[in-house]
C-alpha cells in the first residue's frame, strides 16, 4: 500500500500545473540527464541503438517483479517486451495472458491500462484480437466525460466484463460498411505487414481487393462502437468520490487506445473526438500557446483543489499536441473546427520554443519551476530518484506526440535524435537508466518505448500539416459555453 500511495503521488503530480515562474534557488545537480535542448546531435548509431534497446528489455524481463505496483504497470512493461521483440518470451507471454483476461474493475488506473491493453494487443496481433481490441475501445468510448477529457477510473464505466459500459466479445456488431458517424480507415489492418509478413499481407490486401470488386463477403468487415451511456461530468476519483481527477494525461492515453482500436478495423463514434477537439480549444493558455495538465475551467477537479492551474507544464503540451494529432486526423477536415488549426500551430510552437529548447538541464528545469514538486515528494535534492522518473515519463511523452502526429522536429530539431542521443549516453551499465529500485523498470520501460519508436503514426492519408505561421504571443479565440454543450 506505501508504493502504491507513492504511484499516485507521482500521478497526480504528473497532472499538476505549477506556474512556471516560482522559482527556487540553484544547488549542483546530482548526475542529471542531459540536456534535451541541446544541438541536434544528428542521426544516432543505429547500432547502438538496438543495443541499448536490447539491454533495456533484458533488464525489464528479469527485473519486472520489482515493480512494486505490478498491476498498474503490467502493460507498459508488455508494451515494452513486444517491441522489443520478445512477445516470445515466457515472462511476455504470462503478462499477455493475463492481460488478455483482465477486467480492470478494480484497478484505480483503468483508463491508462485498458489504453495500453489495446494498443499491446494491435501491436502483437490486430485479426487475432479484434474483438478484445474493440472491447477496449467500447470501454474507452463511454468513459469519456463530458468535456472531452478521461479520468483515470470511472465510477460509472466498471471494466470490460461489466455489460453496462461494454458487450461481450461475442456481441460486438460487425459490418462491412460503417457509417459515416463513424472514423475508420480504409485499409485492411494497417499494422498487417508486422503480424503476418509481409507476403502473407499482400496475400491478404489482394484477397480482400478482389472480395471489394465482386462483392464477396471477404471484404473487409469492422466491428463498431456505440456510446450507450451518456458522458459523465462528475466521475470517480483515484482518491475519493464525487470529484473528477480528468486530465490531458489520461486523455492522451485514451486517445491512443482509441488509435490502436481503429488501426484494427474497428469503427469509432466521431463524436468522441469532437468533445475532445472542443476540449483543446478550450483548454490552452491564451498567454503561451501551452497547456496546462488541468483545463483552468475545471474548477470542480479534485486535482484542482490542490495544484493551481495557471502556468504551463511541458508534459501537458505534449500530450495535448499528441491529443491533436488524433483528433484532427479521426475527425477529417469536413468535420474540424477551422479554428482548432490556429491552436494546434500555436502549440506546436510552444513545443518548439519552451519544450525543447531550453539551456539548463531538464531536472535542473523542473525542480526551477516546481519547488513544490521537490517538497510533496519528500526530497529536495536533484538526485530524487521520483524526480528522475519524471524525466523518463517526459521523454516517452514526447515520443507519443512526435510519432502520432508525423512531426520529426520541434522548434527545428530533431526530437529523436536529440532524446536517443541522450538515452544511449546515460544507460546504466546493468541496461537500466536512472536510480532507485522503485523506478528504474518504469524508467527503463519509458525510454525503450521512445527509442523504438514505438507510438504508431497517424496514416499518412490522415494527416496534414497545420495551417497556422502566426506568432505564440498572439492570444488564440476561446470557444464560449460550458463543457459537454451542444454546438
Wanted: overall charge negative; some cysteine; proline content about 7%.
Amino acid at each position: 500500500m506505501k508504493y502504491l500511495a507513492a504511484f499516485v503521488s507521482v500521478f497526480l503530480l504528473l497532472s499538476s500545473g505549477v506556474n512556471a515562474q516560482e522559482a527556487d534557488g540553484d544547488q549542483p545537480a546530482q548526475n542529471p540527464p542531459a540536456n534535451p535542448g541541446a544541438n541536434d546531435p544528428g542521426e544516432p548509431d543505429q547500432a547502438k541503438v538496438d543495443d541499448a534497446i536490447q539491454r533495456g528489455v533484458k533488464y525489464v524481463i528479469d527485473n519486472y517483479r520489482k515493480v512494486p505496483f505490478l498491476l498498474e504497470a503490467r502493460e507498459l512493461m508488455l508494451l515494452t517486451m513486444v517491441h522489443g521483440k520478445q512477445v516470445e518470451n515466457r515472462v511476455a507471454t504470462r503478462l499477455l495472458q493475463d492481460s488478455i483476461e483482465a477486467g480492470y474493475g478494480d484497478n484505480i488506473f483503468a483508463t491508462i491500462n485498458i489504453a495500453l491493453k489495446a494498443v499491446v494487443l494491435e501491436a502483437v496481433d490486430p485479426i487475432r484480437f479484434q474483438r478484445n481490441i474493440a472491447q477496449c475501445a467500447w470501454w474507452l468510448v463511454n468513459a469519456q466525460t463530458d468535456d472531452g477529457e478521461w479520468d483515470y477510473v470511472n465510477e460509472k464505466a466498471k471494466g470490460l466484463d461489466d455489460e453496462r459500459t461494454c458487450p461481450r466479445l461475442e456481441q460486438i456488431p460487425q459490418t462491412f460498411d460503417p457509417p459515416a458517424t463513424h472514423a475508420f480507415v480504409k485499409d485492411f489492418i494497417p499494422g498487417l505487414e508486422s503480424v503476418a509478413g509481409a507476403e502473407r499481407a499482400q496475400e491478404l490486401r489482394d484477397q480482400v481487393d478482389r472480395g471489394r470488386r465482386t462483392g464477396a463477403r471477404n471484404r473487409p468487415s469492422y466491428l463498431i462502437v456505440h456510446r450507450t451511456q451518456p458522458s459523465f461530468s462528475n466521475t470517480m476519483s483515484l482518491l475519493g468520490g464525487g470529484k473528477s481527477s480528468r486530465n490531458m494525461l489520461t486523455t492522451q492515453y485514451a486517445l491512443l487506445g482509441l488509435h490502436a482500436a481503429i488501426r484494427a478495423n474497428v469503427a469509432v463514434p466521431k463524436s468522441v473526438f469532437k468533445l475532445t477537439e472542443r476540449m483543446l480549444m478550450r483548454a490552452i493558455d491564451a498567454d503561451t500557446g501551452g497547456y496546462p495538465y488541468i483545463p483552468s475551467y475545471d474548477s470542480g477537479n479534485l486535482l484542482a483543489a490542490n495544484h493551481p492551474h495557471a502556468g504551463n507544464y511541458d508534459t501537458g503540451t505534449c500530450a495535448a499536441m499528441g491529443c491533436w494529432g488524433v483528433v484532427r486526423a479521426y475527425l477529417g477536415e469536413s468535420d474540424r473546427d477551422p479554428k482548432g488549426e490556429e491552436i494546434l500551430g500555436r502549440g506546436l510552437h510552444r513545443m518548439g520554443e519552451e519544450v525543447l529548447v531550453q539551456e539548463e538541464p531538464w531536472v535542473d528545469r523542473r525542480l526551477h519551476e516546481w519547488p513544490s514538486v521537490a517538497a510533496a515528494l519528500g526530497n529536495a535534492g536533484r538526485g530524487s530518484t521520483d524526480i528522475q522518473m519524471l524525466y523518463y515519463y517526459y521523454i516517452y511523452s514526447l515520443e507519443r506526440t512526435g510519432e502520432i502526429g508525423g512531426w520529426e522536429e520541434f522548434g527545428g530539431r530533431n526530437w529523436y535524435n536529440v532524446g536517443a542521443d541522450e538515452l544511449i549516453k546515460i544507460q546504466n551499465p546493468d541496461g537500466s537508466w536512472g536510480d532507485g529500485e522503485d523506478w528504474k523498470v518504469i524508467n527503463t520501460c519509458y525510454a525503450v518505448l521512445f527509442l523504438e519508436k514505438a507510438t504508431p503514426s497517424i496514416p499518412p492519408e490522415l494527416r496534414e500539416e497545420p495551417r497556422y505561421e502566426g506568432p505564440i504571443t498572439e492570444g488564440p479565440p476561446i470557444p464560449q459555453g460550458e463543457p459537454g454543450d451542444e454546438e
